[in-house]
Structures are given as C-alpha cells and as structure tokens.
C-alpha cells in the first residue's frame, strides 16, 4: 500500500502548527490592546473643545489655584466645571478681542451655557466622589495627571476598575500630605511606604478590604 | 448601562428649553437652614450702614482657612503680600490699590466683606465661588496682612526687640532661585 501522505506533509504540519499559535497568539494580543488601550479607554486622546482651554496656561503659567475653578471638588462628588462668569472674571479684561474667547463672551451674553465635551468618563454603573479622596490624602494628580503642562485636557490614566484596585490594595502607595494634594509639582519622598503607613494611620483610611469590596464602587 | 437614562451633575436635559438638567430654584424659594436673616452675617451690614466689627467668632482656625482662601481666590490679583501686584495684574488686569494704605486699614470689615459679595469697580464679584463663612475668614486674614505691613514695634514681644535691627536674612535655601509659583516674595526679600 503506497503511502496516503507525501514526506514533505511532516514538515507543513510543522509549519501550520506553528502559524496556528502566532495567530492565536496575535489575536489574543489585539485582543488585550484594544480592551486595555487607549482606543477603548480613550487614555492621552484630546478631545474638541468649544474654547481651546489651556491648564498648561491657567495652571502652570498663571498658578492658579484648581479650587479658583473647580469650587466643589473638596465639598462634593463632583468636581464642577466652572461657569462662565468665572472665566469673565479675568477675561472681561484679558484678550478681551481674542475670536478664540468668542464663544466665553456669547456665553456670558446669552447666558446659554458653554458645551464643554467631556473628557473623563466612567459608567453610570460606579460609584465615584472626589470629596472622600481629597478628604484621605489623594491629589489631583495621582489621577488625573499632570494638569499643569496639559495645553489641552486628556484622561492620563486609563480609569479602568483595575487601576482603582491597584491604589485601594494599597493607598500607601500614593497617598500624600493633605496640604499637598493641590500641588502640581509634588515629587513622593524617598521613604514613601513609610510615610504612606503613617498616613493612613493619621487619615483612618479603611482597611483594604474594605474599599476592594465591589459594593463601594458598584451598589 | 454605560449611560443610564438619569440625570448627573452636568448632564445635559433635553427636556427644558435652556439644555440644563440643573434647574435654578424658583425665585423666592427659601431653603431649610437657610433663612439667612442675620443682616450683619449675610449682608455685611446692620441697619444699613456696614459693620465693624467680626460678626464669626475670631479663631486661629478662622485665620487659617481665611489664608488658604485668599491665597486661592484672591492673590491672583492682589498678589499674596497685598500688593496688588498679582500675576493676572503682570498680565494686564487693572491694578487693584494696596491693602496696606491707612483708607483701607480704616474701612470697617463690612466694606470688604461688601466688595467680595458685590463687586467693586473693576474688580468682579466672588459670590458664587467664596460662600459667606469663607468671606468672613478671608476678611479677617486681610486684617492680619495688614498689620503684619504695619505693626508697631511696641508689638514685638521685649526678647526680641533686639532683632528688629539685625538684617533681614532668609533661609539660604531661598536665594539664587525663582519663586517657586504663586509665592511672590515682597519686593525688599526678593532673592
Ligand atoms: C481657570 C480655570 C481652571 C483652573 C484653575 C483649573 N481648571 Fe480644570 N478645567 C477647567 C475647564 C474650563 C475645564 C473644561 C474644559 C477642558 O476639559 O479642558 C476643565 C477640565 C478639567 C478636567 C477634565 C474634566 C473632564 O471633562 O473630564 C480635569 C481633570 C481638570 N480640569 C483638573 C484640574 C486640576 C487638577 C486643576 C488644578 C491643578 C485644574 N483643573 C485647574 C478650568 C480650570
Ligand atoms: C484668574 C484669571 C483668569 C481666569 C479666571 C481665566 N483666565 Fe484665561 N487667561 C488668563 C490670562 C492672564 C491669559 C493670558 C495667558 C498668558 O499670558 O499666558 C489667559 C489666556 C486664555 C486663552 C488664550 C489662549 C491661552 O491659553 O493662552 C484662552 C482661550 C482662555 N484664557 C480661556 C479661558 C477660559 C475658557 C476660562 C474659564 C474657564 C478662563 N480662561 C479663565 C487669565 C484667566
Ligand atoms: C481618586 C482619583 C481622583 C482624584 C484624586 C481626583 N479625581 Fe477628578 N476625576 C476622577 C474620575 C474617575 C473622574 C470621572 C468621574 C465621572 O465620570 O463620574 C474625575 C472627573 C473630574 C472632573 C470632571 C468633572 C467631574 O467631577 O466629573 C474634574 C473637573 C476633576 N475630576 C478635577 C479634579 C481635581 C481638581 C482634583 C484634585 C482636587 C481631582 N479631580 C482629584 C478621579 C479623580
Ligand atoms: C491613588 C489612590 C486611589 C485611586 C486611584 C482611587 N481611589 Fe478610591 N479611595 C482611595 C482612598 C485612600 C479612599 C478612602 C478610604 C476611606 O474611606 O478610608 C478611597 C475611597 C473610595 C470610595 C469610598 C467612598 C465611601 O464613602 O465609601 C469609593 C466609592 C472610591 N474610592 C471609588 C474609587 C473609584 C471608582 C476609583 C477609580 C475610578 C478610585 N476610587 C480610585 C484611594 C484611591
Ligand atoms: C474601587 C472601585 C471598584 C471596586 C471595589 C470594584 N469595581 Fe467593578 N468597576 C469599577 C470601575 C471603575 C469599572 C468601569 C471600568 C471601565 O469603564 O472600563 C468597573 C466595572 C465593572 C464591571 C463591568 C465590566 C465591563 O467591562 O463592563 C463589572 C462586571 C464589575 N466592575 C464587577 C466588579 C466586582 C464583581 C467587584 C468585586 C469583586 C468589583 N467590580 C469591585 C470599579 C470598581
Ligand atoms: C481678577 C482680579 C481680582 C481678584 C481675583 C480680586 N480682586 Fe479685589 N480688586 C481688583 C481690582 C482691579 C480692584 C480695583 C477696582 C477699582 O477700583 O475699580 C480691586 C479692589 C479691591 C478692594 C478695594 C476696594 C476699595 O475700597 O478700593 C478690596 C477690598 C478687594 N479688591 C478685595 C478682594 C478680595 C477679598 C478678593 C478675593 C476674594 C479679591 N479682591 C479678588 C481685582 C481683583
């Protein structure tokens, strides 16, 4: 009986085998990138903005403070985006011509609200307040980044439910003074776990398997 | 479920003609606890003339809170000295006249307590953005500032009156740096 394979089919299964695994191997790849890269989190993408806004400016350049526009982020769950009066304060004056600040003065005219797109946000389904953060020892920058050479605003972390884990497994990881939390140039000291422990201590930030449960952020 | 057909902060309506799912309270409406009909706290003002005198008790903590507010709110302008030599006003805003002239050091508290509700001139009004127990601290920092620029030397306590007449010296630390940002040095220290 003649043989039913040639010699050669040893080595296609070889090859078939070995392109069977890349495929997979790339499919999960592409897999994971898309559900953990910025195409599904929209991490480090601008979006359009009616005013080309500037923090890299108003933040970086002028030192503002981020209470002067986001008044509610200490007291509330949400950080409030300012009104238009709060620009006019300065602007009634400053590039007061400026066609880049047409639709602030239109605004403030018509008193129709300005449409900011909005560039952080997580499902109706967690549960997120900024006031308990700020109130433990977390600043603004542990999340959102470096605020104050963004000349356009951009999520700088992916906002997935394992980067909230990660910080709640272990706070002391990031936590800082509370006198700090406004700084936009704070550099973690050396002894950082150290200082971490004694803030949780100081703060009575929960344990973690408190803040881990999934009824904190989903109930 | 991404986005539940609910209202969040700041969520636009489709429903009310203005977009806003935030709705102003009808005019007239009082809320619980906020009858506010303590003129002197909530207008500045008794009778009509402006008060004198701090109608919040007076606390280091009141202090305290009143600097971090002013140093937020309205050093931009006023720079944190006092001045008015703020960085919005290197920028091109109007000057604002210093705290530290004997007008202002006359004014009753009220006057300021009237000009961050109200506005002044040039100067817009932070009414929405400083709520009245935060004006009150502000106004009692101003207070401190003004006589940290003018304190007798009578003030100082007897062990160190000695130092009054030795250099103003500043942490080594501090010289041959800029200022760090929002810190505006008063002119006579700058490094
Ligand atoms: C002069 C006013 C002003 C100051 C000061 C300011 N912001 Fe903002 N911020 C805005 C405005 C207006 C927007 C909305 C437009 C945009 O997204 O750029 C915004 C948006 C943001 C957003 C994104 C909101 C979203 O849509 O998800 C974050 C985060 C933020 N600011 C953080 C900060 C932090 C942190 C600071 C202090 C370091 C700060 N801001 C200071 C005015 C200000
Ligand atoms: C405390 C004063 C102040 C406030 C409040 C403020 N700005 Fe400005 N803004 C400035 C100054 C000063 C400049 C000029 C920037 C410079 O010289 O670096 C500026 C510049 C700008 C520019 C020109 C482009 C740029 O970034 O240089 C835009 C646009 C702008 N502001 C938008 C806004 C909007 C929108 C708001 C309200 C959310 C706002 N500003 C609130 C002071 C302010
Ligand atoms: C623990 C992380 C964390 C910290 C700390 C934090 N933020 Fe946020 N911030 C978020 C998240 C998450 C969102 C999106 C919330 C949503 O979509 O419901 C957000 C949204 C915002 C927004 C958009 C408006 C809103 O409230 O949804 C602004 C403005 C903002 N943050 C400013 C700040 C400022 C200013 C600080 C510092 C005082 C700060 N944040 C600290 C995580 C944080
Ligand atoms: C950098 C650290 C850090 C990050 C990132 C962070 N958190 Fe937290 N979170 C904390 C700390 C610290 C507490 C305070 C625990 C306590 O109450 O003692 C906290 C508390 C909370 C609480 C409890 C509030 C309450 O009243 O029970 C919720 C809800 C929460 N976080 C949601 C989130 C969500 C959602 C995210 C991600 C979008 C997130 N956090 C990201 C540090 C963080
Ligand atoms: C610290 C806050 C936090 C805790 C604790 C937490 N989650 Fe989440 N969870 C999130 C956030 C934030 C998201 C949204 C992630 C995103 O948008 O990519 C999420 C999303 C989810 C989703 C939807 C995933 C999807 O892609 O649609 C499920 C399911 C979920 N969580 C289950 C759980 C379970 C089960 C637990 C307890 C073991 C838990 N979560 C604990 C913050 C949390
Ligand atoms: C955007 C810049 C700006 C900011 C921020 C600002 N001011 Fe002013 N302020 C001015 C200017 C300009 C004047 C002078 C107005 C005039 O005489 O037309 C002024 C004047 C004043 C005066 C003097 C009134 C008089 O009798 O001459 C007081 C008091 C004052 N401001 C208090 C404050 C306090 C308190 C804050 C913080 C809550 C504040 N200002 C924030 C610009 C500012």
Known sequence: MPQLFPHSANSSVRVSLVILVTVVAALAWVGVSYQYGPYTTRQGQTREQPVPFSHAHHVGGLGLDCRYCHTSVEGSSFAGIPPTKTCMNCHAQIWSGSSMLAPVRDSFRTGESIRWTKVHDLPDFVYFQHDIHIAKGVGCQSCHGDVDRMPLMYQAKSLQMRWCLDCHRAPEKYLRPKDQIFNTEYTYPANQLALGRQLIQQYHVRSPQDITSCSTCHH | ?191
């Open chain 2, 1 to 191: 479920m991404y986005n539940q057909p609910k209202y969040v902060p700041m969520r636009p309506s489709t429903f009310f003609r203005d977009g806003r799912s935030e709705r102003p309270a009808v005019p007239g409406t009082v809320a619980r606890d906020e009858l506010n009909d303590n003129d002197a706290v909530y207008q500045g003002r008794v009778g009509g003339s402006l008060v004198d005198t701090l109608p919040v008790p007076l606390t280091p903590e009141l202090l305290a809170r009143g600097r971090e507010r002013y140093n937020i709110f309205c050093a931009p302008c006023h720079a944190r000295v006092g001045d008015g030599n703020g960085m919005i006003v290197q920028r091109g805003f109007s000057r604002p006249p210093t705290f530290h002239q004997d007008r202002l050091r006359n004014a009753p508290v009220g006057h300021f307590f009237d000009v961050i509700t109200h506005g002044w001139g040039a100067m817009p009004d932070y009414a929405a953005q400083v709520p009245v127990a935060d004006r009150w601290a502000i106004v009692a920092y101003i207070r401190a500032l003004q006589l940290s620029q003018h304190a007798p030397a009578s003030l100082v306590p007897a062990d160190h009156q000695a130092d009054l007449n030795q250099p103003l010296r500043l942490p080594a630390t501090e010289f041959g740096k800029a200022a760090p940002h929002g810190v505006d040095y008063p002119k006579e220290v700058q490094p």
